[in-house]
């Protein structure tokens, strides 16, 4: 071997870096490859398999309603009415994407989507679960955000930006994706009459969401909005992307119940009222509701289907601390287990856990915090301490819950 030769076997073939220069020198029948370029290699054939792969309709295999909702009851508990009509719109939104073109005059639309339901009762987690088993881009996007274009705050528009980057920039994957658009009832109207003065952040907003919920062209500014004015934009066609839409509608009960209260009249006026289920009232909200408490006729026409979520019991939330795939405790155990910790809950440190849920009226989220103020101090001592078994019990809960974080928990 002469010494040129020598000297090639210490470089990398493709950078040209020295053996001392990186960590990894791996050698081929007649070169070297170091790790760098290794690294860099693989994110080149990530990005191209990515791009020509991820959103490709014509190898899908189109899940039906029922596959749908199976797949939704491994996450969330209950609500069995919502996760239907989920499953039917997503399937039927598979079914426009995947159709081929017909001559006919039947041109099937789209069905946006509204959930109405009380905080904790699971409609981003609903949303979330159907993004996990997707082919199509799916975005989450904050409706408090939104203000009319020109105002502090983000532009409409930036609802199909965050969806353009979840298609990494594939505008006709984009053009048939998902989006879910929470907190909807923080953009009603501020009152029952239009105002003198512009609702920037409530009616608005709403104006400016009508023609992306119907289907339009839309330019998009492919980094946000006024942050780069000089970016070129991309048309997006809505036309496809199907919009869900989640909000609490906070005080709605009362004008459910104003409504079908005045509704009854005459002899029979006593029996309907015996009739309807005060506890769960949201049951009975229909479209006049949603226009009574601030959203505009023309948005609430172009989301035609309408569902509650019920309001979570103690069996439900008892069900959720343990039973779904990703369930607080399993997620707790997970986390100790990192550690070489087992952790255990006793059943009565459970009930003690849904009886302070119930008491705070926080839904499945109330689960999370309360579990947080259990387990804070023995998140924080148990790594450094060595040990290998956790077990927490009634009594150890109960004095975690101090009479401090009683207090955050129920201002939240």
Do not use: W
Not at 105 to 124: C, F, P
């Amino acid at each position: 071997m002469d010494k040129e030769d020598a000297l090639t076997m210490d470089k990398c073939s493709f950078c040209g870096r020295e053996k001392k220069e990186v960590n990894l020198l791996i050698a081929g029948m007649e070169g070297h490859i170091c790790d760098r370029c290794i690294e860099q290699a693989y994110t080149i054939v990530e990005e191209e398999f990515k791009s020509d792969k991820e959103f490709d309709l014509n190898g899908l295999k189109l899940l039906k309603p029922r596959e749908i909702k199976e797949f939704l009851d491994q996450y969330v508990i209950g609500q069995d009415q919502a996760k239907k009509i989920l499953s039917v719109a997503v399937y039927n939104h598979y079914k426009r994407l995947t159709q081929k073109v017909q001559n006919d005059e039947t041109e099937i639309e789209k069905s946006n989507i509204i959930l109405v339901g009380e905080t904790g009762t699971g409609k981003t987690l609903l949303a979330r679960t159907v993004a996990k088993m997707l082919h199509v881009p799916f975005t989450i996007v904050d409706a408090t955000v939104l203000t009319e274009a020109g105002y502090v705050g983000e532009d409409i528009e930036s609802l199909l930006t965050r969806l353009l980057q979840a298609a990494d920039y594939n505008v006709e994957a984009a053009e048939r994706g998902i989006v879910f658009i929470d907190e909807i009832d923080k953009i009603a109207r501020k009152g029952d009459n239009p105002s003198i003065t512009r609702d920037v952040s409530g009616e608005g907003v709403q104006q400016g969401l009508l023609k992306l919920l119907e289907g339009s062209v839309v330019n998009v500014p492919p980094q946000g909005g006024r942050k780069h004015p000089e970016q070129k934009m991309i048309p997006v066609n809505t036309k496809n992307i199907l919009f869900v839409c989640g909000g609490a509608f906070d005080g709605i009960e009362k004008k459910i119940s104003k409504r079908l209260n005045t509704a009854v009249v005459g002899y029979g006026a006593q029996k309907s009222v015996e009739k309807i289920d005060r506890k769960n009232i949201l049951q009975y909200i229909s479209p006049q509701d949603l226009k009574t408490f601030g959203l505009i006729p023309e948005i609430i026409g172009r989301l035609p289907v309408l569902t509650y979520l019920q309001p979570l019991d103690r069996e439900a939330l008892r069900n959720i601390l343990t039973e779904p795939k990703n369930s607080i405790i399993k997620q707790y155990v997970k986390l100790f287990g990192l550690d070489n910790i087992e952790l255990t809950f006793t059943d009565d440190a459970l009930e003690f856990i849904v009886d302070k849920a119930v008491e705070f009226k926080l839904g499945a989220r109330g689960l999370r915090s309360i579990c947080e103020s259990i387990m804070i101090d023995a998140m924080f001592d148990s790594p450094t301490e060595g040990i290998k078994e956790l077990l927490i019990t009634r009594d150890y809960a109960e004095r975690k819950i101090d009479p401090g974080s009683t207090q955050r928990l129920r201002a939240i």
